[in-house]
């Protein structure tokens, strides 16, 4: 292969981190859509096309159903490649070591941790072509780390008394205590409740009303802003599917004791934008963490701390 970019000057890996959502794959400077379509010859379109030992794969299209085991298929391997690719290119590099940082529902990772690690390091190294540039990864690592907690790794010391925080995902809804500065490993939570539950709803409810499917960006923008340019009966429709479904998250946080007087709520992930627009809450008790990438920012915050308590100068 011809690597047209620059190589890595450093013997030191780089980190990057990767945050394998259901929905989108999340990097610290980029996120795009969960979904791979596979070729056996090369596609008509190229947009987003990444080619690896021999097969072709049109990154974002389709749609990735919810499974509780991530490493069941190929797909998230693919989609590592794609998220290395987009990081390597801010960077302008093709040619890196890389140290993978990486996370799993919160009580999933010790049961998973393992697996997972084994499977995005399941090659030494990896040469493939993305978006018509050549790419050379050398694989140094990985660290796998609980979704939610490395979003506020950073921030502990704001956690001061009692704080619930809840990580809304397409798939998962993952709910932690951290009281005084300190995550309770008692207190994890994890409910198949995320915002596809929502869109699931929301089509079904306009197929009983209407009789009519709605494309799934119209629906992805009314939750991320409450509105779209569509007729005001399809817009309150989807408005008060989504109302239904933010209470239901409320209902499931008192579930696992939250009582607004008595502590503060730290809402993240893609629902947090449901909360924000359809929510009824106390404000100055519930903190949204609107960064898409937040998580995968704090996987690389822990791993490069990992890996310098191991001596190395990440």
Not at 177 to 193: D, G, S
Not at 266 to 287: A, L, P, T, W
């Amino acid at each position: 292969m011809n690597f047209i970019n620059t190589t890595q000057s450093t013997t030191d890996p780089i980190v990057i981190g990767i945050d394998h959502g259901y929905g989108n794959i999340k990097t610290a400077h980029c996120c795009f859509p969960t979904g791979v379509a596979v070729y056996e010859k090369e596609p008509t379109f190229q947009h987003n096309l990444l080619i690896y030992e021999g097969k072709y794969y049109l990154i974002g299209e389709g749609h990735k159903e919810f499974i509780a085991d991530k490493m069941t298929d190929s797909d998230y391997y693919i989609l590592t490649l794609a998220a290395i690719a987009r990081e390597l290119n801010i960077r302008r590099l093709t040619n890196a070591a890389v140290h993978i940082a990486a996370g799993l529902p919160l009580t999933w990772v010790s049961e998973q941790k393992d697996s997972f690690k084994a499977y995005l390091l399941q090659k030494e190294s990896a040469d493939f072509r993305f978006k018509g540039v050549d790419y050379h990864v050398e694989f140094a690592g990985a660290d796998i780390f609980p979704q939610g907690f490395s979003a506020v790794a950073d921030r502990l010391r704001e956690f001061k008394g009692v704080n619930m925080l809840c990580d809304i995902g397409n798939g998962t809804m993952n709910v932690m205590y951290i009281n005084e500065c300190r995550p309770q490993a008692q207190k994890c939570f994890t409910e198949k409740y995320g915002t596809n539950q929502c869109l699931l709803a929301v089509r079904e409810n306009l197929m009983r009303q209407f009789g009519v499917a709605v494309d799934d960006s119209v629906l992805d923008r009314v939750i991320r802003h409450g509105t779209a340019d569509i007729s005001e009966r399809y817009l309150f429709a989807i408005r008060d599917t989504a109302r239904e479904y933010t209470a239901g998250i409320f209902r499931r946080l008192r579930e696992h004791e939250y009582d607004p007087e008595l502590m503060r709520l730290y809402v993240m992930g893609g629902g947090s934008c449901m909360v924000k627009n359809f929510g009824e809450y106390e404000k100055d008790r519930v903190i949204l963490i609107e960064d898409i990438c937040a998580t995968a920012k704090g996987y690389e915050l822990l791993a490069s701390q990992k890996l310098r308590r191991k001596g190395g100068s990440v």
